[in-house]
C-alpha cells in the first residue's frame, strides 16, 4: 500500500506521527462508453466556452457564481486556507463507542506510526481498547475540513471520516404513522424465520455475483463475438413466488419462507466444521413453526 497523506494525531500535549493509507478499493470492472453503430469510445473533453479550445487540467482553476459576479478560486489560493494547510488529527473528545451511529460513517483509512518510536502510537491504542472508547477528532483532507471516528481494528488506528449531522436525512414517512396490528403467531413466525437464518457473520463468504457474472459475460463475448444469449450463458432465472399479480398472505408468505430456508440448508461436508449461531437463554422454552 502506499500512503496518501501524512500527519500527526493530537491529543493534549501527546503527538503521534501517522502516514494515512486507504483501508478498502474498488475491484469492479472498468467499463466506458461507445458508440452504438462503430463501437468508437466516446470521450469527454474540456473545452473553453469563450475560445473554443480544449483546456489541460493544469490551466483549469475553479470558480464560484454568486449570480452576479463569478470569483476564481486558483490552487494556490486554495492551498493558502489555514485548515488545507494543517496536517494535524486533532483529538476532540473521546465517546462510547456505541454512541456512534453508523450511518454517519464515510470513508475509512488505516494509520501507521511514522517515527522512529513507535510508543506514542501504541500507548493511544492501548488506551482505546482499555476504556471503549472511541475518539472523535477533526481534520482536513483533500479540501475539505472533515470529522472522523478514530478507533482500534486488528491492533491497527483506523480513521473513518464522518458525515456532518447536516448531512444526514431525517427519514419522515408518513405512511409509518399507520398503526398496524401484528399478531402473536405472526410473530412467533418472523422469528421462527430469523432462527432459520441465524449465523456468525463471516464477510469472506459473500461474493459480488453481479461483478462475477459480468465478467463472465466479458469472457464468452472475447471468445465468441457479441452475438451472446444472455440466457445461454447464466441459464433462465427461476420465477419468483408471488410474482406475477399475486399476492401471497403475510403468514403464508413467512411460512414459505421457513420452509424454504429449512429445505435450502444442505448437510455439512465430511470432516468439515460448522459455524454454530450464539444463543440466548431465558427462563422461556422457544417454539417454532
Known amino acids: 500500500m502506499r500512503s496518501i497523506w501524512k500527519g500527526v494525531i493530537t491529543f493534549g500535549l501527546v503527538n503521534v506521527p501517522i502516514k494515512v493509507y486507504s483501508a478498502t478499493e474498488d475491484h469492479d470492472v472498468s467499463l466506458h462508453q461507445v458508440h452504438d453503430k462503430d463501437g468508437g469510445r466516446i470521450k469527454y473533453q474540456r473545452r473553453c466556452e469563450i475560445c473554443g479550445k480544449i483546456i489541460s ?73 482499555e476504556t471503549d472508547r472511541t475518539a472523535i477528532v477533526r481534520f482536513a483532507l483533500r479540501q ?47 422469528s421462527s424465520l430469523v432462527e432459520s437464518f441465524a449465523s456468525d457473520f463471516s464477510p469472506e463468504e459473500f461474493n459480488d455475483d453481479y461483478q462475477e457474472q459480468l465478467r463472465t459475460l466479458i469472457e464468452v463475448k472475447l471468445k465468441k463475438g457479441d452475438a451472446v444469449d444472455t440466457e ?35 448437510p455439512p461436508a465430511k470432516g468439515s466444521k460448522t459455524k454454530k449461531a450464539p444463543t440466548k437463554t431465558s427462563g422461556r422454552s422457544k417454539s417454532t413453526a
Open 57 to 129: 487540467y493544469d490551466h483549469i482553476d475553479k470558480a464560484y457564481d454568486d449570480g452576479d459576479k463569478t470569483v476564481i478560486l486558483t490552487d494556490e489560493d486554495l492551498k493558502s486556507l489555514p485548515e488545507e494547510r494543517s496536517r494535524e488529527i486533532d483529538v476532540v473528545e473521546f465517546v462510547p463507542s456505541d454512541q456512534i451511529d453508523p450511518i454517519m460513517f464515510d470513508r475509512s483509512y488505516y494509520l501507521e506510526p511514522d517515527s522512529t518510536s513507535s510508543k506514542a502510537y501504541v500507548l493511544l491504542r492501548r488506551t482505546l481498547e
Open 144 to 190: 475539505k475540513t472533515r470529522l472522523g471516528a478514530l478507533r482500534v481494528r486488528n491492533d491497527v488506528l483506523m480513521l473513518q471520516s464522518l458525515l456532518w449531522a447536516d448531512e444526514v436525512r431525517e427519514a419522515n414517512f408518513p405512511s409509518l404513522d399507520e398503526r398496524v396490528r401484528i399478531s402473536a403467531k405472526e410473530l412467533e413466525m418472523s
Open 232 to 266: 445461454e450463458t447464466f441459464g433462465e432465472e427461476p420465477e419468483e413466488e408471488g410474482e406475477g399479480g399475486e399476492v401471497l398472505d403475510l403468514m403464508e408468505a413467512l411460512r414459505k419462507s421457513v420452509e424454504r430456508s429449512r429445505g435450502e440448508k444442505k
